[in-house]
């Protein structure tokens, strides 16, 4: 029986959903069965750019929309971000080790079949619509991921 791992990604910035997305990947390449369940500030990474719409919010839920950041580029960093200026030179430390960036990486999990899950709950208040996030992901509620979670081998908290 394959080992399971369940990544709940609760942050929303670029070094923390990296971290998720490595593991996540490594996890996969490993032979492991993987999902991750994306709650609140996580969700930002799921986020299509090229899909963000105003159609049916309310005025917070488009002062909010416009706000936050719209998919994986757009995450800042935990620590040291300087205006943008610290993830620059994260990117630019990244790149000159041949190391692939958070969008490859999320790219890599959707090709390995990880499975995305995304908070009802936070889709809800957030006011974000299915239409605007990577269909990959599937919603679903609390109840669903702890299920999920406690059926697996590893469980952890990002």
Do not use: H
């Amino acid at each position: 029986m394959k080992k399971k791992l369940s990544l709940l990604l609760f942050s929303g910035e670029y070094d923390k959903a990296l971290v998720a997305l490595i593991l996540a990947n490594t996890a996969a390449e490993a032979d492991m069965d993987v999902s991750i369940f994306f709650a609140f500030w996580g969700l930002f990474i799921l986020r299509d750019p090229d899909k963000v719409s105003e159609e049916n919010k309310t005025a917070m839920e488009k002062m909010f929309g416009a706000m936050t950041p719209k998919g994986p580029e757009e995450l800042p960093l935990s620590k040291m971000n300087f205006s943008g200026l610290g993830k620059k030179m994260l990117q630019a430390m990244m790149a000159e080790d041949e190391t692939p960036t958070l969008k490859n990486f999320l790219n890599g999990a959707i090709k390995k079949g990880i499975k995305f899950y995304g908070c009802k709950l936070s889709v809800d208040v957030m006011g974000f619509k299915k239409e605007e996030l990577l269909p990959q992901l599937e919603i679903i509620e609390a109840k669903d991921y702890l299920k999920d979670a406690t059926s697996s081998d590893i469980q952890l908290f990002i």
